[in-house]
């Protein structure tokens, strides 16, 4: 599975990088709001930069609703860098939108997708990724793992070369269960990545190697 970072925070996405384990990063407008990111010149610039730290994709949302804004703000994303992928949100002027990109090249990440119905969609548009927002589902009593594994049962039934985006990802346990059930990619927030890490035994453990060496070597 590859971890992508879901912030449009410069630092924690160093952080990410420095790791080695990034692969690559999703924004929204809320991302880039909560880091004081505002005007389309600061905003395009702010992708820029971000590509510049990562090697992967990187997804940057349009703000229109419809088909002709999103094609014009989505070519725009698009001719920033080679790794953009244009964000867009699963309506029906999302769905063509998507279908356009994706005849004319362009990768496309379809957003804000709570049901296989969107997802099944976005795949057969030709989306590079479906982002099902796992968090966002569980806040409202659903199951948002269910649908990461009901989408890619589905896709891999019908041989959809759209990949599976776990976004909205709160905890270490989302993770991990969308490790399990398939997702080919999970957009985590820093602080869940590097909670993977947490166990106290290897904390107890590392204690007792270095208090041992230390009794030895002094
Ligand atoms: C990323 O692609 C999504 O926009 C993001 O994961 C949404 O997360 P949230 O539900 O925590 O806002």
Same mark, same amino acid.
């Given at each position: 599975?590859?971890?992508?970072? +879901?912030?449009?925070?410069?630092?924690? *996405?160093?952080?990410?990088?420095?790791?080695? $384990?990034?692969?690559?990063?999703?924004?929204?407008?809320? !991302?880039?709001?909560?880091?004081?990111?505002?005007?389309?010149?600061?905003?395009?610039?702010?992708?820029? +930069? %971000?590509?510049?730290?990562? &090697?992967?994709? #990187?997804?940057?949302?349009?703000?229109?609703?419809?088909?002709?804004?999103? *094609?014009?703000?989505?070519?725009?994303?698009?001719?920033?860098?080679?790794?953009? #992928?244009?964000?867009?949100?699963?309506?029906?002027?999302?769905?063509?939108?998507?279908?356009?990109?994706?005849?004319?090249? *362009? =990768?496309? =990440?379809?957003? !804000?997708?709570?049901?296989?119905?969107?997802?099944?969609?976005?795949?057969?548009?030709?989306?590079?990724?479906?982002?099902?927002?796992?968090?966002? /589902? &569980? +806040?409202?009593?659903? +199951?948002?793992?269910?649908? *990461?594994?009901? %989408? #890619?049962? /589905?896709?891999?039934?019908?041989?959809?070369?759209?990949? #599976?985006?776990?976004?909205? $990802?709160?905890?270490?346990?989302?993770?991990?269960?969308?490790?399990?059930?398939?997702?080919?990619?999970?957009?985590?927030? !820093? =602080?869940?990545? !590097?909670? /993977?890490?947490?166990?106290?035994?290897?904390?107890?453990? /590392?204690?007792?190697?270095?208090?041992?060496?230390?009794?030895?070597?002094?």
């Amino acid at each position: 599975m590859k971890f992508f970072i +879901d912030t449009a925070n410069l630092a924690q *996405i160093r952080e990410a990088q420095e790791l080695g $384990i990034l692969d690559g990063v999703t924004t929204n407008p809320s !991302l880039m709001a909560k880091e004081g990111i505002k005007g389309e010149e600061n905003i395009l610039k702010h992708y820029k +930069d %971000i590509c510049e730290i990562v &090697d992967g994709h #990187v997804s940057a949302e349009v703000i229109s609703t419809e088909f002709n804004g999103m *094609i014009s703000e989505g070519e725009k994303l698009a001719a920033l860098h080679p790794q953009i #992928v244009v964000k867009i949100p699963a309506t029906k002027d999302g769905i063509k939108a998507i279908k356009y990109f994706s005849d004319n090249g *362009i =990768n496309t =990440n379809c957003t !804000l997708v709570f049901s296989v119905g969107q997802a099944l969609l976005a795949a057969k548009a030709g989306a590079t990724y479906v982002s099902p927002f796992v968090g966002r /589902l &569980d +806040d409202i009593s659903n +199951d948002g793992v269910e649908l *990461i594994e009901q %989408i #890619v049962y /589905l896709y891999k039934t019908y041989n959809f070369e759209t990949q #599976v985006l776990a976004a909205s $990802i709160r905890h270490t346990m989302h993770i991990i269960q969308c490790a399990e059930v398939g997702a080919d990619v999970a957009t985590c927030p !820093l =602080n869940a990545i !590097l909670g /993977l890490l947490k166990h106290p035994l290897t904390d107890s453990g /590392l204690q007792k190697f270095l208090d041992d060496y230390k009794k030895v070597n002094g």
